[in-house]
């Protein structure tokens, strides 16, 4: 069982910037690729960033491209969301997930796939 908790949403204005942090229970986390997602009222679940057990690879939502960066301590059962240039189109409610695979080296960008998820944390940019 792994159990997720975000930290790190407010309100910020436009241009400004959040970290995001989502700590891990368990000794499960540093066999897991990691990710963030987003659901902003009335919308589905989007994909933002994920980042590979190992800290190799990471992978972006095309929307998050350039302004958001993605890290991990496995030290620390921790994973960031580094997200800089903040619009008002990033307000949303942001949520870690964990895909739990000791075989699995890579990254994905589909909500299925991850097994385990936080329960939010609110982002909200204004004008």
């Known amino acids: 069982q792994v159990q997720l908790v975000e930290s790190g949403g407010g309100l910020v204005q436009a241009g400004g910037s959040l970290r995001l942090s989502c700590a891990a229970s368990?000794?499960?986390?540093?066999?897991?690729?990691m990710g963030w997602f987003r659901q902003a009222p009335g919308k589905e679940r989007e994909f933002v960033a994920a980042?590979?057990?190992?800290?190799?690879?990471?992978q972006y939502g095309d929307s998050v491209k350039g302004r958001f960066a993605i890290s991990r301590d496995n030290a620390k059962n921790t994973v960031y969301l580094q997200m800089n240039s903040l619009l008002p189109e990033d307000t949303a409610v942001y949520y870690c997930?964990?895909?739990?695979?000791?075989?699995?080296?890579?990254?994905?960008?589909?909500?299925?796939?991850?097994?385990?998820w936080g329960q939010g944390t609110q982002v909200t940019v204004s004008s």
């Open positions: 997930a964990a895909h739990v695979d000791g075989s699995y080296f890579g990254t994905t960008a589909f909500t299925s796939d991850y097994d385990y």
């Open positions: 368990g000794r499960t986390f540093s066999s897991s690729a």
């Open positions: 980042i590979s057990r190992r800290n190799r690879n990471t």
